[in-house]
């Protein structure tokens, strides 16, 4: 089965610095890679997701990037606020008749005003 | 939409008890998962269903989870017996497309004594 998996762990930044999370996954197959936030207390909400046929995809502050021959993904989250901060989680699936989403075991943002 | 609905939002029971976690997916969205949140292994993977039919239930811990989808507005989640070690954040997802966004529930924080 697919195996992701994300780094850092906790990542501390100033705020008006980037932000970078890394994950790789195992299985070629998978074509979608969606990346969740949650607050604390929440529930995990999307943020940006990328399928196997683009390399990059962007919406204001935050953006991914995809490359599949390597087989990793990393989200970039630039001018960060005290309000990015929250656990960040990738996944990666949806290959062939697979529905299910494997998780990474997320990331500990903190922006630090 | 009012979204994920799931019931209830916290449960605190004894070692030993049968816990039910139950689940309203979006209405039309065909594809639902089960999910456990814990501190030490993220988010796992328990269970999924695709038109009410279980397609992969290899992340079920053991015999004593259980789960249904007797129809397409309802599933539950079975513990029996509870044990300490199942404590943690049930979240239950639905999805409407093989590889659209997933929308969690608020999830249902699980305490067994």
């Known amino acids: 089965g697919e195996n992701v998996e994300q780094h850092p762990s906790t990542l501390s930044v100033q705020e008006g610095d980037s932000a970078v999370i890394k994950c790789t996954y195992s299985?070629?197959?998978?074509?979608?890679f969606p990346w969740y936030k949650q607050e604390l207390g929440k529930r995990p909400q999307l943020i940006i997701d990328i399928r196997s046929n683009v390399g990059e995809k962007k919406d204001q502050r935050i953006a991914v990037t995809l490359n599949k021959t390597a087989k990793h993904f990393s989200l970039h989250i630039t001018e960060t606020q005290p309000e990015d901060s929250a656990v960040y989680f990738c996944a990666a699936g949806g290959g062939g008749s697979n529905y299910k989403l494997t998780f990474g075991k997320g990331t500990l943002l903190t922006v630090n005003p | 939409d009012a979204g994920v609905i799931q019931s209830p939002r916290h449960e605190v029971t004894e070692m030993g008890q049968e816990v039910t976690l139950r689940c309203k997916p979006i209405?039309?969205?065909?594809?639902l998962f089960w999910y456990r949140q814990t501190m030490m292994r993220g988010l796992e993977l328990l269970i999924y269903f695709n038109n009410n039919v279980p397609i992969d239930d290899s992340g079920m811990p053991e015999d004593r989870f259980s789960a249904k989808m007797p129809n397409a507005s309802f599933s539950t989640l079975k513990i029996q017996p509870s044990e300490p070690r199942d404590s943690a954040v049930y979240f239950c997802?639905?999805?409407?497309?093989?590889?659209?966004?997933?929308?969690f529930g608020e999830g249902s924080r699980l305490t067994v004594l």
């Open positions: 299985d070629s197959a998978s074509n979608y």
């Open positions: 209405s039309g969205h065909n594809s």
């Open positions: 997802a639905s999805r409407g497309t093989l590889a659209g966004e997933l929308f």
